[in-house]
């Protein structure tokens, strides 16, 4: 291809230009995302140890069904909280530490109202434990990462903020599970980070 004379010019003062401009400091904007990029990744890392990946056998009537989610680590001693919706009618719990270790689990409790469950393994060593928060003092618009394991290799990391607190999903409820015209209330923090089915029941984490 044969280029035009002129335009070969201004490539090459282009290029010239380019070679002798000095490498720029990130400023403003830039900068903010750069740091923030580098809190993204140092938050997320602390995190690994503590997700979970959770594998359950459910059996509904002849049929049997693999279910996968997520779970955060509570105690050393192998307490972990995942979603109802996980282990509900569970036949078999499994759990795959972030080290790749499989242990089977055994449901604790189970809550349909608020979709929470906890489950114990057993594990050989004490377990990493968490610094849990205060969802009380979440704000509205903060930014938050929710972190889930959904295939058992590594954790998948989700950025968004906090949209909304204080809501009420009546879809957990299903009217067959509560009187007729019961004001059910619940507490959830609402946020717009996009999260797969197999990260349900991983912890949201602010970025402090």
């Known amino acids: 291809m044969t280029i035009p004379v002129g335009l070969a010019s201004l490539l090459l003062l282009a290029r010239a230009a380019a070679a002798a401009e000095p490498t720029r400091t990130p400023t403003g904007a830039l900068r903010v ?5 580098g809190v993204i990744v140092e938050v997320s890392g602390r995190v690994k140890p503590w997700v979970v990946h959770i594998e359950a056998v459910q059996k509904r009537g ?4 693999k279910v996968q989610g997520s779970g955060l680590i509570l105690t050393a001693g192998g307490q972990i909280v995942t979603n109802h919706h996980i282990v509900d009618e569970a036949k078999l719990v ?12 055994t449901v604790v409790g ?3 109202q608020t979709d929470l469950a906890l489950i114990a393994i057993a594990p050989p060593a004490p377990l990493p434990e968490p610094t849990l928060g205060d969802s009380a003092g979440a704000s509205v618009g903060e930014w938050i990462l929710a972190v889930g394991n959904p295939y058992g290799f590594d954790r998948t990391v989700y950025f968004g903020i906090v949209s909304g607190k204080g809501r ?8 067959s599970d509560v009187d007729a ?5 619940t507490d959830f ?3 717009d980070a996009s999260i797969d089915p197999g990260s349900s029941g991983g912890p949201l984490v602010n970025l402090a």
């Not at 002849?62 to 069904?65: I, R, V």
């Not at 009420?168 to 009217?175: C, E, G, H, Q």
């Open 110 to 112: 189970s809550d349909r």
């Open 94 to 105: 499994t759990v795959t530490l972030s080290d790749g270790a499989k242990l089977e689990a």
């Open 189 to 191: 923090i609402q946020t």
């Open 33 to 37: 995302f750069e740091e923030m990029k």
């Open 168 to 175: 009420t999903l009546s879809s957990l409820n299903p009217s």
């Open 181 to 185: 015209g019961f004001d059910f209330t």
């Open 62 to 65: 002849d049929q049997k069904y």
